[in-house]
């Protein structure tokens, strides 16, 4: 969008009331998936950093808040379920920001939770892939630069592993069998839980 069109969007009044509708609809239902539509319009009509941290912080608060009680009923995500899909986004966003900023504890933790708890089965390979090359020692950026396929990326909402990395410069299955220690490291954890 073009800076014309973000300042038609802002002063569109139908507009400005569907972003009010959709808020009111994140709150009272709770919605994840919600917060991400809002989030995104949020994000295209430039709107103030508060408005988008508050936004971005009930995103993660709900997502956390879904996970323990997935954990707690030893339940997986469906990915068909656009709420539960949006709990797993969050979190694996989440989760790729602790790897970015070091919080490598922190990281595998959510990785390994995700690769556990997503029935998607491309996808927790994926979340293993990434808990185990950070287990072996990659740091964020070795992970993008040396493992992660990253220039296939695609967004395409109908897409379940839209916003995941799940492309690698090996096959998944060979990553898999490259960091077999960390992989099994990884399942003793699991068992634990």
Request: proline residues 2%.
């Given at each position: 969008?073009?800076?014309?069109?973000?300042?038609?969007?802002?002063n569109?009044?139908?507009?400005?009331?569907?972003?009010?509708?959709?808020?009111?609809?994140?709150k009272?239902?709770?919605?994840?998936?919600?917060?991400?539509?809002?989030?995104?319009?949020k994000?295209?009509?430039?709107?103030?950093?508060?408005?988008?941290?508050?936004?971005?912080t009930?995103?993660?608060?709900?997502?956390f808040?879904?996970?323990?009680?997935k954990l707690?009923e030893?339940?997986?995500l469906?990915?068909?379920?656009?709420?539960?899909?949006?709990?797993?986004?969050?979190i694996?966003?989440?989760?790729?920001q602790?790897?970015?900023?070091?919080?490598?504890?922190?990281?595998?933790?959510?990785?390994?939770?995700?690769?556990?708890?997503?029935?998607?089965?491309?996808i927790?390979?994926?979340m293993?892939?990434?808990?185990?090359?950070?287990?072996?020692?990659?740091?964020?950026?070795s992970f993008?630069?040396?493992?992660?396929?990253?220039?296939?990326?695609?967004?395409?909402?109908?897409?379940?592993?839209?916003f995941f990395?799940?492309?690698?410069?090996?096959?998944?299955?060979?990553?898999?069998?490259?960091?077999?220690?960390?992989?099994?490291?990884?399942?003793?954890?699991?068992?634990?839980?």
């Amino acid at each position: 969008m073009n800076q014309e069109e973000i300042e038609a969007l802002k002063n569109n009044p139908e507009f400005q009331e569907n972003l009010k509708l959709l808020e009111k609809e994140m709150k009272e239902q709770e919605s994840i998936a919600r917060g991400y539509q809002l989030l995104d319009a949020k994000l295209v009509t430039e709107a103030p950093e508060d408005e988008v941290n508050e936004i971005f912080t009930f995103i993660v608060n709900k997502a956390f808040d879904n996970l323990a009680q997935k954990l707690s009923e030893k339940a997986k995500l469906d990915l068909s379920n656009p709420e539960e899909w949006a709990t797993a986004r969050a979190i694996y966003e989440h989760g790729i920001q602790r790897y970015s900023e070091n919080d490598l504890k922190g990281a595998k933790e959510i990785f390994l939770a995700l690769h556990h708890l997503i029935e998607h089965k491309e996808i927790s390979d994926a979340m293993m892939v990434h808990a185990a090359a950070l287990m072996a020692g990659h740091d964020f950026d070795s992970f993008i630069e040396n493992i992660a396929q990253i220039s296939d990326i695609h967004v395409d909402n109908d897409d379940a592993s839209a916003f995941f990395i799940t492309d690698f410069a090996q096959p998944t299955d060979i990553l898999l069998q490259m960091f077999a220690k960390e992989v099994k490291e990884g399942q003793e954890l699991l068992a634990k839980l």
